[in-house]
DNA sequence: CAGTGGTCTAGACCACAGT
DNA sequence: CTGTGGTCTAGACCACTGC
């Protein structure tokens, strides 16, 4: 939040956001900026450019920053759809079931995504999760022992994601995710209402440490109709 | 291709990929790079910070610039999985067939789509592509006649991407991506070889201009069992 | 032509990692 | 402590837009 190029940042989203400028209209120039918030070009740029990155502007050069008319987007922006975030946006409080949690050994399946050797073991974590009385999603996490070396029922019915980070300190630096489409198991059918579904959308997720090491990989297993993947992306020359 | 920065980007990108710089190593320091570079530190990072946005190094402060093993990751980078990417994958000469192609009234999903109003046309175009002899995906694509004016089967045959860009002089800017699971329509049905699926994925894009104005909607219709996403994404605090 | 954003420079200070 | 990457500055020149 000391960042300069980042208060400004955040400021100009606000203005944004509030109407203070317009959609479809130039921001003041990147020298009148300069000059605004009593800094260098360059810190400005640095704003501006996170702005373009995150989609609220367009920079045309020799003309200005356009301010993008984001109710086009009905969506935040950055394509990644997180259990979390589908609970907030179907507006209602989920129910997290906790079906399994407990040390492992992988199987060939999981040595080979995990890209594990030797006799490490894993834990295993398996969660569905209720919609309105509906079970949607089918959520299989597991984390290498290495990492994480303790794990609770209790954690997982909360979010794991806030215990690895605040409690265990790691930090998740990247992930990949690939979307396919199975056809469901004996285990999804019994966890999930399928309700004669003969599909079901399988987003696997690799999740890699600050030092580029893989630690955790979860499959999230989603009932085909309830299914919505937003990706916005941006040409960069 | 003059531009400094951009040169060294693509500088280090093939000693990387030549396995100049080993995986898991770190690059020589800003500083040396600098002085080897013979240009400014400002440049270096440039540089720099795009090999890191596309996934080729993990910057660690204090520490320095490690490069990342992609062998783990089996695909480019940036997530989206256009035809073309996917015919090169398949690894075989794909067919295409044009199905349609004219100017047409749009109907209220379309308006809706494409945001838009009055009595404007726009050219319709549908394309199966075949691999192997298996009709696996259908493109439906559409283009506003206030960008696009003139459109043809031969052109639909090639690349209309390659049209717009090299011969229309459209400059794409950003893109929309949204995915979600359908049953077929007898459209699906006709035109591809669905063996009994009962589902399909459905790649609904929404394609923007320089100045930020809609102007194609494509819906890429996929046999769920040759359809696979990739996303790579990586955090910036 | 003046004004815009895009690139580049040479220097400075800071926060962090490892010794 | 030194060396790393992260931020910031003040200035320069360029390419493009629009008059």
Known sequence: ??????????????????????????????????????????????????????????????????????????????????????????????????????????????KEQLKLRGKNQVWEVIRSREFSGQRIILDKDYLMDKYVPYMSEEIAKESIYAYLEDQLGLVISFAKKEIVVEVPTKEDRDLLDLEGFHNIVVIKNYVYLDDASLFQYTESRHRPDKFRFVDFARRNH
Do not use: W
């Not at 987007?73 to 399994?100: I, N, Q, Y």
């Open 1 to 110: 939040m000391r960042n300069k190029y980042l208060v400004i940042y955040q400021e100009m989203v606000q203005q944004i956001e509030q109407g203070k400028f317009k959609a479809n209209q130039f921001l003041p120039s990147e020298n009148e900026l300069t000059d605004q918030y009593e800094t260098s070009r360059e810190t400005i740029r640095k704003a501006l450019n996170l702005l373009a990155q995150n989609g609220y502007i367009q920079k045309i050069r020799g003309k200005g920053s356009m301010v993008i008319d984001r109710s086009k987007f009905d969506f935040p922006v950055s394509g990644l759809v997180s259990f979390k975030e589908l609970a907030d946006k179907m507006g209602e409080r989920p129910v997290t079931t906790v079906h399994d949690c407990q040390l492992i050994k992988p199987d060939r399946y999981l």
